[in-house]
DNA sequence: GCGACAG
DNA sequence: ATCTTGTCGC
């Protein structure tokens, strides 16, 4: 095993591009996840013009997606943002903001691709591999990969392929809305990863556990508000 | 060389 | 991602 320093963000791209392929072997495709009693979703957002980076975690129990916890952090934007090195401007920020949580997570919901990424290294893997928990790519668009055409209805689902290879599935979580593009992170399966995601979904097109990640995200600090009713306080 | 391109 | 109100459509 390489002696590689995880943590260090501050990286040329060339040398980032070199890591992911590294870290790429670490990442479990197969189902290697505890019995799920709570998922969490991760959301990242910026202020100040982009110089700090905010990362948003909310743990909800399952299957009842009651909040039952949550955690914001703000750090120093260290990189801009490149496609296909998405991980490497969010993961201090997330890392830190799962770092401050009291109850740790079964299963992790990531805002971008798992597996779904030129070097099958999104953000969702490499969250999942440097913090060991299984995670999932819950991303809006699609990075690379091509699918067949998707029918309108809520719950229709094709394969998105790269290379020959089957890297994620897109799904339709609402009819007639822009369909989500779902990979593998780490410890779980493409079908047990639709499956979760499937199981968090409400009346909205995005999972309740990003929902709330977005909500505690936002500048807006009414969210905190309706959270802290919620815990009780 | 010409697009494509998570958030 | 972010700047931002009301408005059109299923």
């Known amino acids: 095993m390489p002696d590689l320093d995880l943590h260090c963000w501050d990286l040329s791209y060339a040398e980032a591009r070199t890591l992911q392929t ?3 072997r670490q990442v479990i495709q197969y189902d290697d996840l505890p019995e799920v009693r709570c998922v969490a979703g991760v ?5 100040e013009k982009g110089s700090v980076t905010r990362a948003a975690v909310a743990v909800l129990a399952f299957p009842g997606l009651e909040l039952l916890d949550y955690a ?11 496609p296909g090195l998405l991980s490497f401007r969010e993961c201090p920020a997330i890392l830190e903001a799962l770092s401050r949580l009291s109850v740790q997570p079964d299963l992790l919901f990531c805002d971008g691709q798992g597996i779904a990424h030129p070097r099958r290294f999104g953000v969702a893997c490499h969250i999942g591999v440097l913090t060991g928990l299984p995670a999932i790519g819950v991303a ?9 055409i998707l029918p309108e209805e809520k719950g ?9 290879e089957l890297i994620g599935s897109v799904v339709r979580t609402r009819t007639a809305v822009r369909p989500l593009y779902i ?12 499956h979760y995601v499937e199981a968090c979904l409400t009346r909205y097109r995005l999972p309740e556990t990003t929902r709330w990640a977005d909500a ?3 500048n807006r600090g ?12």
Not at 183 to 194: C, D, E, K, M
Not at 222 to 233: E, S, T, W
Request: glycine share 6%; net charge positive; hydrophobic share 45%.
């Open 72 to 82: 914001v952090a703000k750090v120093p934007t260290l990189m801009p943002y490149i």
């Open 156 to 164: 229709a689902r094709v394969e998105l392929w790269d290379d020959n």
């Open 140 to 148: 809006k668009s699609r990075l690379c990969g091509k699918s067949e």
């Open 22 to 24: 590294t870290l790429a």
């Open 222 to 233: 009414q969210a905190v508000i309706r959270a802290n009713q919620v815990l009780g306080r």
């Open 183 to 194: 990979s593998i992170g780490h410890r779980i399966s493409l079908n047990t990863a639709v």
């Open 43 to 47: 959301d990242v957002g910026f202020e």
């Open 216 to 218: 505690l995200a936002s």
